[in-house]
């Protein structure tokens, strides 16, 4: 399936105001379950709306014989001794041990991370330029 096609079902389907999104090629298929990849992307946004005011830009680009997906933030980001953590079970990053009012397990990133070792992927926290964070997963691009 088409990883960009994908990204904006998803942010179609959200009946939210969709952040930019930006889609570099025409096609970027990648092989894989369509409710795990879907999972992929809502959870990522789930996140931004729930710690960082929402996403400001979804992005999807060929990298390297990658499908990459980018999904940048503009909240406090995310410190660098807590970006692996935060894709453990139950790990809620700088929330830990405030329950708070959103309703957050700590489930919704390490499900992100089990999805994409699923399909081969990867998964990281980098810096958004600007300030915030970059959410970014990186799936194997199908070959054609």
């Known amino acids: 399936m088409d990883l960009g096609v994908l990204v904006r079902i998803v942010l179609d389907v959200r009946q939210r105001t969709p952040p930019v999104v930006e889609v570099e ?6 092989r894989g379950d369509r409710r795990r990849l ?3 992307v809502a959870n990522l946004l789930d996140n931004a709306d729930r ?6 830009r979804v992005a999807v680009a060929d990298r390297d014989g990658y499908a990459r997906l980018e999904v940048d933030d503009a909240g406090p980001g995310v410190p660098p001794d807590l970006r692996e953590r935060v894709f453990e079970r139950f790990a809620r990053g700088t929330q830990a041990g405030h329950r708070g009012q959103d309703g957050g397990s700590g489930l919704g990133l390490a499900l992100v991370a089990q999805h994409v070792r699923h399909h081969d992927g990867r998964v ?21």
């Open 25 to 30: 090629g025409a096609l970027l298929l990648v």
């Open 38 to 40: 879907d999972r992929i």
């Open 51 to 56: 710690y960082a005011g929402g996403s400001v």
């Open 124 to 144: 990281w926290i980098e810096d958004r330029p600007g300030g915030g964070a970059r959410f970014v997963v990186e799936l194997p691009l199908a070959d054609g």
